[in-house]
């Protein structure tokens, strides 16, 4: 017999595999700008340095990108606090490293993208973020950096991405999670 209060074993699964409203929220945004900064960034090194719209997308990008910052520290620390769950799985666990991968990238991402930053950047007219470090070879460095974790963080999205693409295949949406 059951309790009319505990919920139904399958009830409890999906209960289990639900996300907050918050994460949710916080998971398109951070996909928006990702994506977005990924494929214009990686978009404008194809026009002349001078071009007008590669000037601004480089004017653009670090300032949507360091207004993200603490979006991402949430979303990083919700998913950090979640309850975790016992996988015994390989594909859970896989899922899980993957994940975490994600998370890595993004935050080498964000911290290079600030520190090779090579003059102040202005957020919406009014907060100045200083030019942290100086020294020509070390931006230089960053910069190599960062474009190497550009490319890592590249990589993990499309695999997230197909892996999504795999599960909705086999009929185990788990984009249905991420839109409820």
Known sequence: MTD???PSPATSALEANAYS???????????AVILWATFSGFGVVLLDPNHPLRQWVESFNPQ???LFIPFFVWRLW??????????????ERLAHAA???????VSGVLITG???????VTLLAFLTLPQLIH???ALLELHDLHHILCAVLAGLVALHLAAVVMHHVRGKS???RMIN
């Open 174 to 176: 788990v984009l249905g």
């Open 78 to 91: 919700l998913a950090l606090r979640a309850e975790p769950r016992p996988s015994r799985k390989p594909q």
């Open 4 to 6: 009319l209060h505990s």
């Open 114 to 120: 600030v520190l090779m930053m090579t003059h102040p």
């Open 135 to 137: 020294s020509k070879i």
């Open 64 to 66: 949507l990108t360091s």
């Open 99 to 105: 994940h975490m991968g994600i998370y890595a990238a």
């Open 21 to 31: 409203k918050p994460r949710i929220v916080l998971h398109w945004l951070s996909a």
